[in-house]
């Protein structure tokens, strides 16, 4: 599982944000996610709950996240249109000569904390 590695990461970069914004606690951390990176949202946040616990100041922060839907445009005939499973055909003209437009993401998208 790569979520706990996500969340490692995650913690360390709201904990920079926290120290630089002179930030006492931090009260949530939204995340958006990509769903090309098949994360499991329940699984972050179980993860979230156990790791806060190692930094101060997050004692009572919670994980918020939006999923964003993976994005596919067909590089022959340009129609754009959403995969859910991992096939990269475009509907339109049957073509495997797609790209990627959007469903990679992963970062963070708001903090919320009290000085």
Known sequence: ?????IIHS??????????KENLKE???????????HQI???VMITNFKYM???YEGFENAVLTMTEKDVNVR????????????PIFMCP??????TELI??????IETMEGIQ
């Open 102 to 107: 959007s469903g990679k993401e992963l970062y």
């Open 52 to 54: 806060k616990i190692d």
């Open 1 to 5: 599982m790569h979520e706990g590695a």
């Open 74 to 85: 067909c590089k022959d005939c340009r129609h754009e249109f959403t995969i859910d499973e």
């Open 40 to 42: 499991v949202e329940e």
């Open 92 to 97: 339109k003209c049957n073509s495997f000569e």
């Open 10 to 19: 995650l913690l360390e970069i709201a904990k920079d944000i926290k120290v």
């Open 26 to 36: 931090i009260t949530e951390v939204k995340i958006v996610v990509g769903k090309f």
